[in-house]
C-alpha cells in the first residue's frame, strides 16, 4: 500500500498558555492547550478535527498558519512535485507565499467581514497584496465569477456585509478565501452559528468546491455526525489530545474511544452531558485526558497516558480498553 501524500501533516505539535493576562500574570502557570498532536491532511481530501470546546481544535488549526507558533514538533507543507518542508523554520517571504496557499474561513463572519466595507473590497482586500495579484479589471471579473460560484449575484459585490443574511455572509468568507486559488482551506466551525437547513446547503457548497476545484480541507467542528458527512478522516480531540482517528465513512460504527461514542450519543440528543466545554488541563497530562468522564477508567488509566495503536487499518485509537 502507497504512502498517503499529505499536503500538511501536524508532527507531535504542542502549544501552551500562559494561565493570567496583564502586566502582573505569572509566568509559572499555564494552560497546555495542544499535548503531542500528530495527523495529516491529505491532498483533495477532508480532515475533520472534532471535540467539544475547548479541546484545542482551533489552537493546533491556528498553528497550521502560523497565527500560534508551536512551542513544539513541527509543521510539514508539500507543494506539488517538491521535497516537505517545516513550515516552522520559514522566513517572512516563505511564510507570506505558503499564506497565499493555505486559506482560513472563520466561525462567524459578522465579526470577520468589516461591515465598512463592500463585498470587493472585502473579497480583495489581501488579493491585492499577494504575488498573484492581476489588476483591478481581471480580479473584478474573478470576483463576479466567484460570487456565483458560491450561489450569490456578481451584482452583491457593491453591498456590505449587513445586507446579507448569515448564511449569505458565510458564502461571502467562502468567496474570499476562493479567490486566492488555495490548495488548503481551514473552516473553523463555519456552519454551527446556522440554522441547520442553511448549515446543509454551505456543506454541499464545500462538497462541490472540493470537487471542481480538488481542495484540501480541515474541517473543524464539535458535531461528530456533521463530521461524518463531510470529511474522508476524522480525528476526535479531548484535552489537547487525539484519542481516535479513523475513517469518516464507518466511524459510527467501529468507534472505539469512549469519549467519541459519548459524542455520537451527544448529536443525537441536545440533553446530554457533551454540551458544555473541556476541563482546561492546568498541567500537563500524566494520563488518559479522558479518565475524569470515562465510565470505564482504571487506576491505571490515570497514572499514564495510552499508547496511540492502530486497532484496524487507518483507525488509530488511545484507550487500554483496546
Known sequence: MSEPDFIIQADHLTKRFTLDAGFFAKNDRF????????????????????GESGCGKTTTARMLVRM???????????AHDSEKQNILSYNHKQLRSYREKIKYVFQDPSRSLNPRMTVFNILTASYKYSSI?????????????????????????EKRPSEFSGGQRQRISIARALIMKPEVMFCDEVVSALDVS??????????????????????????????????????????????????????????????????????ESTHTETNGEVKTSLESLHGC???????HARQK?????????????????RCILE
Not at 32 to 50: C, P, Q
Not at 289 to 295: G, K, L, S, T, W
Open 68 to 78: 500560534y507558533k508551536a512551542d513544539g514538533g513541527a509543521i510539514w507543507y508539500r
Open 289 to 295: 485526558p479522558f479518565a475524569h468522564r470515562c465510565p
Open 31 to 50: 494552560v497546555y492547550a495542544v499535548n503531542d498532536v500528530s495527523f495529516g491532511i491529505e491532498r483533495g481530501k477532508t480532515y475533520g478535527l472534532v
Open 301 to 317: 488509566c490515570t497514572e499514564q497516558i495510552p499508547e496511540w495503536k492502530e486497532i484496524a487499518e487507518g483507525h488509530k485509537v
Open 198 to 267: 442553511v448549515q446543509s446547503q454551505i456543506l454541499n457548497l464545500l462538497q462541490d468546491i472540493r470537487e471542481k476545484r480538488c481542495i484540501s480541507f480541515l474541517f473543524i467542528a464539535h458535531d461528530l455526525r456533521v463530521s461524518c458527512y463531510f470529511c474522508d478522516t476524522i480525528g476526535v480531540m479531548y484535552r489537547g489530545l487525539l484519542v481516535e482517528e479513523a475513517n469518516a465513512s464507518d466511524l459510527y460504527k467501529t468507534a472505539a474511544h469512549p469519549y467519541t461514542k459519548l459524542l455520537f450519543q451527544g448529536s
Open 133 to 157: 495579484w492581476p489588476g483591478k479589471k481581471i480580479a473584478y471579473d474573478e470576483a463576479a465569477h466567484i460570487m456565483e460560484e458560491v450561489g450569490l449575484d456578481p451584482l452583491d459585490l
